[in-house]
C-alpha cells in the first residue's frame, strides 16, 4: 500500500464577502504585474496592503470608462518576475494575532518562486508532493461567503422563575416578543473540492507542483464538522492535507512541452513563448528558426517538424519578407518588406494549426537602416492586438549590433517598451557575428568584436528586465554566418557560460541561467558546438544557409534526373509525341526541393535535442 504524508497546519478563512478594486501599481509586484499595470485586486488587500505601502493606488470611475472604452485588458500577470530574481523587499507577513481581532483583516504572505529543479518525468512520490506543498502553499487560504443575518423566531414567553438576565426575565413576564440576531452562518458553504480547486489554482503557477495529485477526499479538517466535508460559518479552520500518490501506484507519465502551452498547436504568443523557452532550457533543447521566404519553405519547415514532434520557429529577414511580396514591388520605403511580411504573418498563422505543432513567428535581423521595416510591422502587430488581443507576430529582432553599445541598449529598450504591452517577445544582438547576410556585410571586422563581453550582457540584462522579461539576446561567441572551411571559424561557446554566471552572480538569481541566449551563424557548426551552446542556455539556433543549400539540391537533382524530360514540352525519350506536362510541374519539381530542405531541419532538429520535445 502506498504510503500517505500528512501536511498540517495549513488554515482556510470562510470570510465575509469582499469585492475587488481597480487599481494602479505603483511599483513592481511580483505575480501581479509591473508599474503601470491596472488590475483588479481585492478590496482588502488593497485596503490593508497595497494602498498604506503605497505599493498601488485607486482608478476613478472616469479612468476604468476611458480603458474600457479602448478595449484594455484588466488582469493580473501570475508570471511577472516569477521565473527572473525577485526583489529584495516582499511583502509583508500578516500574523494571527491580526486576524483574530476582526475578519476583516485579510491575510497576504508573499512567497518567492523556489529554484527550478529537473522534472522527472515520473508521477510525484508522497514526500516530493509533501515538499512542494510545504514550499508553495500560504499558510492561510481565503475563501468569501455571504454571511446569514437571521432574525429568529420570537422566543416562548419564560417564567420570571427560570434563571436568566433581570431583562430577559422582565421581557419575558410582561409578554413582549424577543429578537436575536445571527450572523455567523454563511450562505452556501465551503466544501474540501472548494479547497482543492484553490490549491490547484496555486500549485499550476509551478510547473513540477502543477504534478502534485489532490483530490477532495485528500483534505480533512482537524476540528470536527457538522458535515466533515465542509465548513458551514464564518472563521479560521485548520486543515489536514494528504498525499496518497505513490511513483509506484501508476506506470510513467510522458510530458512534453505543449503540457505547459496554453496553446497547443499554431502560432504561439506572450507568455507561452516564455514558458517555451524555459522549457528548452530545462530539458536542454534549443528551437531551430528557419528563415522562410515563400510559402513552399514554410511548408518544408512545418513539415519536419510535425514529423519530428517538435516545434519550430518561423522567421522573416526584411529581404526574405520582401521576396514574400515578390521581387516586382518596389522597397524604397520597406513597403515591399512591411506588406511581405504582414502577408507572411497571415499565411502562416492560416496553416500552422494544420500540422499540430506549436510555432514561434518571428523575423529576423533589423539593422539601424531596416527600422522602418520594424516600425511598419509593429504597426500591424498594434492594430491585430486591438482586433484579436494578442499581436500578429509572436516576436522580434532588432539588431543593432554595428551601433555603440550605449545606443544599441537604449534603443533596444525603446523597442521593448512598445513590444512590452502586447507580451511580445524581442531578440537582439551584441557583439558582431561575422560574415554576410541579407545585405549586412560584417566579412572584414576584428576578431575580437565577434566575442561578447558578460559586462555588456549585464548591462544589457539590467535596462531591459524592468520592462519585460519577454527577451533574449545574441551574444557573439565566434559565430559567422554562412558556411567555411573547417577550423576557419573558431567557436568559444564556454563564454555563454561565463556570461550566465556573471550575471546570475550580479543580480542574485536562483537560476543558473537567467538569460536566454541565441545562436547566430549556426550553418556548418558541429553537433557538439550546438550541444555546448544549447547547455549554457541557447534556447534558438538560427538556420539559414545550409537550408537554401538543402532546398537547391532538391531541385537540382531532379532537373538532371529528368533532364530529357522538361527541355520541350512534348517529346521525351519515351516518344517524340509524348507529353512532358507531369515532368514540368512546378508542383513536382518544387515538392523535391521542399523534400530535401525539410529533410535537413530534421536533421537540425536532432542535433538540437528538438525532436520529440512535444
Not at 530574481?85 to 509583508?92: G, M, N, T, V
Not at 521581387?327 to 494549426?353: C, F, L, M
Not at 537602416?369 to 492586438?385: H, R, S, T, V
Request: charged fraction near 25%; charge should be negative; aromatic fraction near 8%.
Amino acid at each position: 500500500m502506498p504510503g500517505r504524508q500528512q501536511i498540517r497546519g495549513k488554515k482556510i478563512l470562510a470570510k465575509d464577502v469582499n469585492s475587488t478594486v481597480k487599481v494602479r501599481l505603483l511599483q513592481d509586484v511580483p505575480r501581479f504585474g509591473r508599474e503601470g499595470t491596472i488590475l483588479p485586486v481585492a478590496a482588502g488587500l488593497m485596503r490593508n496592503n497595497f494602498f498604506p505601502r503605497k505599493m498601488a493606488e485607486y482608478v476613478t470611475a472616469a479612468k476604468l470608462k476611458e480603458l474600457r472604452k479602448n478595449d484594455l485588458p484588466l488582469e493580473r500577470d501570475y508570471l511577472f518576475m516569477n521565473n527572473r530574481a525577485a526583489p529584495k523587499e516582499e511583502l509583508p507577513e500578516v500574523d494571527m494575532a491580526s486576524i483574530e481581532e476582526g475578519l476583516q483583516t485579510p491575510i497576504l504572505r508573499q512567497y518567492s518562486a523556489p529554484p527550478a529543479e529537473p522534472i522527472d518525468l515520473e508521477l510525484l512520490s508522497p514526500e516530493r508532493s509533501t515538499k512542494l506543498l510545504s514550499m508553495i502553499l500560504p499558510l492561510n487560504l481565503n475563501f468569501y461567503r455571504t454571511p446569514i443575518t437571521i432574525i429568529q423566531a420570537p422566543a416562548q414567553k419564560m417564567s420570571p422563575s427560570i434563571s436568566a438576565g433581570a431583562s430577559l426575565s422582565a421581557a419575558a413576564s410582561q409578554g413582549k416578543e424577543i429578537k436575536r440576531i445571527q450572523t455567523t452562518d454563511i450562505y452556501g458553504s465551503v466544501t474540501t473540492a472548494d479547497i482543492v480547486a484553490n490549491l490547484k489554482a496555486i500549485l499550476a503557477e509551478d510547473e513540477e507542483g502543477a504534478r502534485v495529485v489532490l483530490s477532495p477526499e485528500d483534505i480533512s479538517f482537524v476540528e470536527d464538522m457538522e458535515e466533515k466535508d465542509r465548513v458551514k460559518r464564518l472563521g479560521i479552520f485548520e486543515i489536514d492535507i494528504m498525499t496518497s500518490h505513490s511513483i509506484t501506484d501508476c506506470q510513467s507519465v510522458n510530458m512534453g512541452a505543449t503540457d505547459v502551452l496554453s496553446r497547443k498547436s499554431g502560432v504561439i504568443v506572450g507568455d507561452d513563448v516564455l514558458k517555451l523557452f524555459n522549457y528548452a532550457q530545462e530539458h536542454k533543447f534549443a528551437i531551430p528558426a528557419i528563415n522562410v521566404t515563400s510559402s513552399s519553405t514554410v511548408v518544408a519547415s512545418l513539415e519536419a517538424a510535425r514529423d519530428a514532434k517538435a516545434p519550430i520557429i518561423l522567421q522573416m529577414s526584411q529581404g526574405g519578407a520582401a521576396y514574400f511580396a515578390g521581387k516586382g514591388v518596389a522597397n524604397g520605403n520597406q513597403e515591399a518588406s512591411i506588406a511581405g511580411g504582414i502577408a507572411a504573418a497571415h499565411y502562416i498563422r492560416a496553416v500552422a494549426p494544420a500540422y499540430g505543432i506549436p510555432v514561434v513567428l518571428h523575423t529576423d535581423h533589423c539593422a539601424k537602416k531596416l527600422l522602418p521595416w520594424l516600425d511598419g510591422l509593429l504597426d500591424a502587430d498594434e492594430k491585430y492586438f486591438k482586433e484579436h488581443g494578442e499581436p500578429l507576430f509572436s516576436s522580434h529582432m532588432i539588431d543593432l549590433s554595428e551601433e555603440e553599445v550605449d545606443f544599441n541598449i537604449k534603443t533596444t529598450a525603446k523597442y521593448l517598451k512598445r513590444a512590452a504591452p502586447m507580451k511580445q517577445w524581442l531578440e537582439m544582438e551584441i557583439g558582431i557575428t561575422g560574415g554576410e547576410e541579407d545585405g549586412v556585410n560584417n566579412e572584414d571586422v576584428d576578431n575580437n568584436s565577434l566575442y561578447t563581453q558578460p559586462e555588456d550582457i549585464l548591462a544589457i540584462y539590467k535596462a531591459l528586465s524592468p520592462i519585460s522579461p519577454y527577451f533574449s539576446i545574441a551574444a557573439g561567441f565566434g559565430n559567422v554566418h554562412g558556411v567555411y572551411k573547417p577550423g576557419n571559424v573558431k567557436l568559444h561557446p564556454e563564454l555563454l557560460g561565463k556570461h550566465q554566471k556573471y550575471v546570475k552572480d550580479a543580480i542574485g538569481a536562483k537560476e543558473d541561467k537567467p538569460v536566454f541566449l541565441v545562436f547566430h551563424g549556426g550553418s556548418g557548426s558541429s553537433k557538439q558546438e550546438y550541444l555546448d551552446a544549447i547547455s549554457y542556455g541557447v534556447v534558438k539556433v538560427n538556420l539559414d544557409t545550409d537550408l537554401q543549400y538543402a532546398y537547391l539540391t532538391g531541385i537540382r537533382d531532379y532537373v538532371l534526373k529528368k533532364k530529357d524530360y522538361i527541355m520541350s514540352q512534348v517529346g521525351n525519350p519515351d516518344g517524340a509525341e509524348k507529353p512532358n506536362k507531369k515532368s514540368y510541374d512546378p508542383r513536382v519539381w518544387v515538392r523535391e526541393g521542399e523534400k530535401t530542405m525539410s529533410a535537413r531541419i530534421a536533421e537540425g532538429l536532432k542535433d538540437f535535442n528538438t525532436a520529440g520535445q512535444l
